[in-house]
C-alpha cells in the first residue's frame, strides 16, 4: 500500500467512523472498530483508543454510549439476567443473587474476573449431572476435607491404646499348672482364674495425643457445622440459577451456546435495527 493509498483509506475509514457516530449508528461503529482490529492485529480494547488517538474522555463517551444498546440486547436475550446501568450481571432477582460478571462493551462478552464468577458455570454442571445428590455429595467432600487430620489422630490414638494392653506373663511350669488350674476351678469355682491382659496406665505421650485429638476434633465440628450451611445456602442458590436457565433455555448446553454466540448475536440484532431504520 503506497503513502497516498494509506492516507485515501484512512481519510475514507474515519469519515465513515465520523457518520456513523453522527448518525448514532452502533452497527456501523462496531464494524469500524471489528475492521481497524482484524486491519491492524489489535485487541477490540485496544482497537478505540487506537481510532480516537487515546484520548481517554471520547474513549469513555463512545464506550458509555455502546453500553446502552449491549445492555439492552443482554436483558432481553437472557432474561433471567440483571444487568446494571454500570454492566454487572447478576444472576436473578432472588435474595443471595449472585454476580455473574462484567460486560465487555468492545468485545460484546460477558467477563468472569472473580473465583465466585467462575464457580458458577461449573456448579451448574455438577448440579445439572445429580441434582438429587448435588448437596449430599459436597458435604461429603467437605466432611473429609475437614476430618482428615481428626481421622489421622484417631488411628495414632487407636495404635498406641492397642500397644499399651500387655499379654499375662507366662508361667515355667505351664502343663501342671493348667491341669492344677483346672482342678482348682472345678473344685472351688470362686477361686482365682488365671491373669488376664492388663492395660497400662497412659503414657505422656498418649495424653497429649488424647488431648490433640479432642482440639482437633472439636475445631472440626465446628467448621463443620458453619461451612455445611453455607453449602446448604450455596446449593439452594445454584438450584435457583439451574431452574432460570431451564425454564428459558431447552438446556444447560444451549445456555453456554447462548454465552458463546453473544457478539454474533448482538450483532445480527444491531444489523436489523440497522435495515429497518433504513427502510
Known amino acids: 500500500m503506497t503513502v ?3 492516507l485515501n483509506y484512512q481519510t475514507t475509514f474515519f469519515k465513515n467512523f465520523a457518520a456513523a457516530w453522527a448518525d448514532r449508528s452502533s452497527y456501523r461503529l462496531y464494524q469500524g472498530i471489528d475492521n481497524t482490529a482484524e486491519n491492524l492485529r489489535l485487541a477490540l480494547s485496544e482497537t478505540p483508543g487506537y481510532i480516537l488517538a487515546y484520548d ?15 445492555i439492552g440486547f443482554l436483558r432481553e436475550h437472557v432474561p433471567f439476567f440483571e444487568v446494571s446501568d454500570q454492566g454487572e450481571v447478576f444472576f436473578g432477582d432472588w435474595y443471595h443473587r449472585r454476580q455473574f460478571g462484567t460486560i465487555d462493551v468492545f468485545a460484546r462478552t460477558i467477563v468472569q474476573r472473580t473465583d465466585s464468577e ?18 449430599d455429595n459436597q458435604v461429603e467432600a467437605m466432611r473429609k476435607a475437614t476430618y482428615q487430620e481428626v481421622d489421622r489422630l484417631h488411628q495414632q490414638l487407636e495404635n498406641a491404646e492397642a500397644e499399651a494392653v500387655t499379654a499375662p506373663k507366662a508361667n ?25 491382659p492388663s492395660r497400662k496406665a497412659p503414657t505422656t505421650d498418649q ?15 465446628e467448621t ?4 455445611k450451611r453455607q453449602l446448604q445456602v450455596s446449593a439452594a442458590i445454584t438450584r ?8 428459558t433455555f431447552s438446556s444447560l448446553e444451549q445456555f453456554k451456546n447462548i454465552l458463546a454466540n453473544l457478539p454474533k448475536d448482538f450483532m445480527r440484532a444491531l444489523e436489523l435495527k440497522e435495515e429497518q431504520t433504513n427502510a
Open 224 to 227: 463443620f457445622d458453619t461451612q
Open 118 to 135: 467462575v464457580a458458577i458455570m461449573p456448579q451448574l454442571e455438577a448440579f445439572a449431572q445429580d441434582e438429587s445428590n448435588y448437596l
Open 4 to 6: 497516498e493509498t494509506s
Open 172 to 196: 515355667p511350669d505351664s502343663g501342671s499348672s493348667r491341669v492344677r488350674g483346672f482342678l482348682k476351678s472345678f473344685v472351688d469355682p470362686d477361686a482365682d482364674q488365671p491373669a488376664q
Open 240 to 247: 435457583y440459577e439451574y431452574q432460570a436457565v431451564t425454564t
Open 56 to 70: 481517554k474522555q471520547a474513549e469513555r463517551e463512545l464506550h458509555d454510549y455502546l453500553r446502552q444498546d449491549f
Open 207 to 221: 495424653v497429649q495425643l488424647k488431648a490433640r485429638f479432642d482440639a482437633a476434633k472439636a475445631t472440626a465440628d
